[in-house]
């Protein structure tokens, strides 16, 4: 009997089933109806059963990597010397100045935050230059990526005029999800990390929490050279900041090679990020009666922007015979998208970059691209 099978048997055993074969074995002289004496008696007993048979049900959906949830996913994990990742914290750009416009210095550690109803707090743990500081989210998770604006201090800061955040420098991301972890510790199974292979340096990314994916292109300038090209959590260009805080983890830029980051001895590391790849829209739709382009103009656009973010996230860092990247812009793919707008009756033309065919990203040594939404026009 294959795991399967034992599952669908088990789902079939709940109250009624036991219920059924405990009345099987009263004689038939005896009434079995609901309500009646015997059928009160075996009913407890029966539905134990039941429930004992669902805990038994679960236990075996949590014993294997491909059906475990939760906490048993999490042992499944730490078994292949792995284990979730937490939710991290935003680190943003701010700047400051003083009652008279001019920067003012601001204390380490000390608090602020952002106007509204569901406020972020953050505490400076970094001066860059006089009146400009980077902030770190108090709260994990994504709560702080989209925030931009106004920061009031917690405390009294003698003389302060004014805060902003200015840039979002470092997303953070939520604890990874149980498909998440699960797709990590399956892919495990693919391909053997050791000692500064491709699989090696992708599981080494991986396991930072800053970094959303990771190219890796061994040899790309000669023997010993490996290029990692990242994105950030939210899979977007990278920051300086973020860029220069994974190169000095993996191989540090004043000893390269050396072997004083996590790189082996004799491999000169450089990390960077892909090259922003405008894609401009143009579209021409059939619409229901009563309808206008500017009524569906903000759906369309979200529609893009997800299907742009989701082959961000599932196809930008595949691998293809463990060796190359490729990326597509499916027209097709993206017109089955649209559709699903309600008001909507046809797509009949999709031009990409004035182009009416696929978009094809370029990935090699010297140029990685990452695809970014730029205009969107609708004709209806």
Not at 62 to 83: C, H, P, W
Request: hydrophobic residues 35%; glycine residues 6%; proline residues 4%.
């Amino acid at each position: 009997m294959s795991p399967n099978e034992l599952l669908e048997e088990l789902q079939k055993m709940d109250f009624e089933y036991f219920m059924q074969k405990a009345l099987e074995r009263v004689p038939d002289n005896i009434d079995k109806r609901e309500g009646s004496v015997i059928y009160d008696a075996l009913a407890p007993a029966c539905y134990n059963m039941a429930e004992v048979t669902l805990n038994f049900y679960n236990m075996n959906l949590n014993s294997y990597v491909q059906t475990a949830v939760g906490e048993f996913l999490d042992y499944r994990a730490i078994e292949r010397g792995m284990k979730r990742k937490a939710a991290t914290n935003a680190k943003v750009a701010a700047s400051f100045i003083d009652s008279n416009g001019k920067p003012i210095d601001i204390d380490l550690k000390t608090r602020f935050s952002s106007v509204g109803n569901s406020p972020i707090y953050y505490q400076v743990i970094e001066k860059v230059l006089p009146g400009k500081y980077i902030l770190e989210s108090e709260e994990v998770g994504q709560v702080a990526n989209k925030y931009t604006g106004q920061i009031l201090p917690i405390s009294n800061i003698n003389g302060f005029g004014f805060g902003e955040v200015t840039k979002v420098e470092v997303p953070a991301r939520d604890i990874e999800s149980d498909d998440e972890l699960r797709t990590r510790i399956l892919e495990s199974n693919v391909f053997s990390e050791y000692g500064g292979n491709v699989s090696d340096y992708i599981k080494i990314i991986k396991s930072m929490k800053d970094v959303g994916a990771v190219q890796v292109y061994p040899t790309w300038n000669g023997g010993g050279t490996v290029k990692l090209v990242i994105v950030d959590n939210n899979f977007n260009i990278p920051s300086i900041k973020l860029v220069k805080d994974t190169q000095e983890v993996i191989d540090p830029t004043d000893n390269q090679g050396n072997g004083y980051g996590i790189a082996p001895i004799g491999h000169k590391v450089t990390v960077d990020g892909p090259t922003a790849r405008t894609l401009d829209f143009s579209l021409s739709i059939d619409l229901d009666d009563g309808l206008s382009s500017s009524d569906l103009n903000p759906q369309i656009t979200k529609a893009i922007n997800d299907f742009i973010d989701s082959l961000k996230r599932t196809k930008w860092n595949e691998l293809r015979n463990e060796r190359s990247y490729q990326m597509i812009i499916y027209r097709s793919q993206l017109i089955s998208a649209l559709l699903k707008i309600e008001g909507i009756l046809n797509v009949s033309k999709i031009k990409i970059n004035n182009q009416e065919k696929d978009i094809k990203l370029t990935f090699d040594n010297k140029l990685q691209e990452l695809p970014v939404v730029g205009s969107v026009v609708v004709n209806a």
